[in-house]
């Protein structure tokens, strides 16, 4: 029992508890371990010790299950479990997300953040003009209509702060989370998506020097931009619908309680929201060409490579086809359809 605590101040998110329940003869003793639901463990014996009595009733069982085996020629009947072996075991895994931050007033406090701090930079007089890469178009010396127009901006304005709006939405209304974010993401993601917001909105500033790129250039960036968003947000409501999936009786659910996501670009990648979020953030770079908006895509795509193999690796431990369980589909990639 002692090693429960022990354990405990190792738990981190993603563990799983064990709540192990043997019924004995004379007792019943609840374990609390920590498991791989992948595994069978070995819970091993009671550690009560039996009384007289009890000792003196199991020790008749155990002579009358010899006798019985003894006895297996016989047309009677098999002995049940419960009988041939005096201890049962009830085992109930739970997954165990309950250490770090509600993922709903984090996530939508980085949202909401990030939004303000773009409109702020954007907007707000007085902002120095740094100079040229760290805010202003890649692509310089544009003397077309197109590179003066003003409404461009308010459009780019609108398509940055409308997706943070759109992913705050999703945190109140689609997802429903699990699981906890750890310290890290807690502090880190606010200095990450608001430093970021900021220098965004200050790097498309026409009056500190932004001109547009090349309008077929701009309206592509802007169209990928949008089917990015569209294919993130779907993908995010598909894994919302999957909280109702029920068991089907024919596979055993994880202990997680996820199921395997299927349609559309499931059945190519396991994380098809991240597919988009990568789309979404090449349009916008391909409609700014600012060094802001390159090295968000960098790192958004580093970060989501990641991500994606963790889940892809989390989902074929949980569905490896043992025990009961299905098996994840074979040749359904992590992030990028054939390819990774
Ligand atoms: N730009 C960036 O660098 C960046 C980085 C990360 C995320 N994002 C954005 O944030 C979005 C969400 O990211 P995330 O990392 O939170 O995604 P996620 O881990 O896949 O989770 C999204 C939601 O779906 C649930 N879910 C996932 N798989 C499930 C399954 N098999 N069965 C049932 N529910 C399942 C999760 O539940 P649980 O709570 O149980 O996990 C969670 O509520 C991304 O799509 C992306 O748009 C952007």
Redo the contacts with the bound molecule.
């Keep these: 029992m002692s090693r429960v605590t022990t354990y405990r101040d190792n738990l981190r998110n993603g563990d799983d508890l064990c709540t192990v329940t043997v019924v004995g003869e004379n007792s019943i003793i609840s374990l609390l371990i920590i498991t791989d639901p992948n595994q069978t463990c070995d819970i091993g014996r009671p550690t009560q010790p039996l009384s007289h009595e009890n000792k003196d009733r199991a020790e008749h069982r155990m002579h009358s299950k010899k006798k019985r085996e003894m006895a297996a020629s016989s047309p009677k009947p098999q002995p049940s479990v419960q009988e041939a072996d005096p201890i049962q075991v009830r085992v109930v895994v739970q997954r165990i997300d309950a250490f770090g931050f509600n993922?709903v007033s984090t996530n939508s406090t980085f949202y909401i953040g990030t939004v303000v701090s773009f409109i702020i930079a954007s907007f707000v007089p007085g902002l120095p003009r740094l100079p040229f890469p760290v805010i202003g178009c890649m692509i310089n010396d544009i003397s077309t209509w197109f590179g003066h127009w003003d409404s461009a901006h308010v459009i780019l304005v609108v398509l940055y702060s409308g997706h943070f709006v759109r992913?705050t939405l999703e945190v109140f209304l689609v997802?429903?989370?699990?699981?906890k974010m750890t310290l890290g993401e807690t502090l880190g993601a606010p200095v990450y998506y608001w430093c970021f917001g900021f220098w965004a909105g200050w790097s498309l500033r026409p009056d500190l020097g932004y001109t547009n790129t090349y309008l077929p250039l701009y309206l592509i960036g802007c169209a990928t931009f949008l089917v990015g968003e569209v294919g993130?947000c779907v993908a995010?409501i598909q894994?919302r619908l999957?909280?109702h999936v029920k068991e089907d009786n024919t596979h055993e659910a994880p202990p997680s309680g996820?199921?395997i996501?299927r349609g559309l670009l499931f059945s190519l990648v396991s994380?098809p929201?991240?597919t988009f979020?990568i789309v979404t953030w090449t349009g916008f770079f391909l409609a700014t060409w600012t060094l802001n908006c390159a090295l968000f895509l960098a790192?958004?795509l580093i970060?989501?490579v990641v991500?994606s193999r963790k889940?892809h690796h989390r989902y074929k431990e949980e569905f490896n086809g043992r025990d009961g369980r299905e098996l994840y589909p074979e040749n359904r990639k992590a992030l990028i359809p054939f390819l990774f």
């Design positions: 993922a992913r997802h429903r989370y699990k699981r993130n995010h894994l999957l909280r996820r199921a996501p994380c929201h991240y979020e790192a958004t970060t989501l991500y889940h």
